[in-house]
C-alpha cells in the first residue's frame, strides 16, 4: 500500500515559481517511481514528470527546462516550477508506481495551481 500527500500548491502570477512536494508512506509496497501528472479543467491528465530510484527522470516536453524534478530520499519527491504560465494552471497528482514506464497504479488526492496571466 502507498500513500501520497501532496503540499505546495497555490496562486501565483505569470513568470513566477512554486515547488511542490510529495512524500509517500509505504506498506509492503516496492516504491520505484515517484511523479507528478496534472489536469487542466477540460483535459486529461498528462505526465509532467517523474523519476525512479535509480536517478532516470522523465519530462514532458511543455515543462523541460522550467520544471526539475529531484527525489530528496527513497520516499520523498519535488517538483521545482519555474517560470509558470497561465497553461501550467491544473489539478497536480503525486504519483507512485513500481515499474518505470507504466501508468501509475497510485495517486494522491492533488494540490491546485493556479498562474495568473
Known amino acids: 500500500q502507498v500513500q501520497l500527500v501532496e503540499s505546495g500548491g497555490g496562486l501565483v502570477q505569470a513568470g513566477g515559481s512554486l515547488r511542490l512536494s510529495c512524500v509517500a508512506t509505504?506498506?509492503?509496497?516496492?516504491?520505484?517511481?515517484l511523479g507528478w501528472y496534472r489536469q487542466a479543467p477540460g483535459k486529461e491528465r498528462e505526465l509532467v514528470a517523474e523519476s525512479s530510484r535509480g536517478g532516470r527522470t522523465k519530462y514532458a516536453d511543455a515543462v523541460k527546462g522550467r520544471f526539475t524534478i529531484s527525489r530528496t530520499n527513497e520516499n520523498t519527491a519535488s517538483l521545482q516550477m519555474n517560470s509558470l504560465t497561465p497553461e501550467d494552471t491544473a489539478v497536480y497528482y503525486c504519483i507512485a508506481s513500481t515499474i518505470w514506464g507504466t501508468i501509475p497504479d497510485n495517486w494522491g488526492p492533488g494540490t491546485q495551481v493556479t498562474v495568473s496571466a
Open positions: 509505504v506498506i509492503d509496497y516496492r516504491l520505484n517511481v
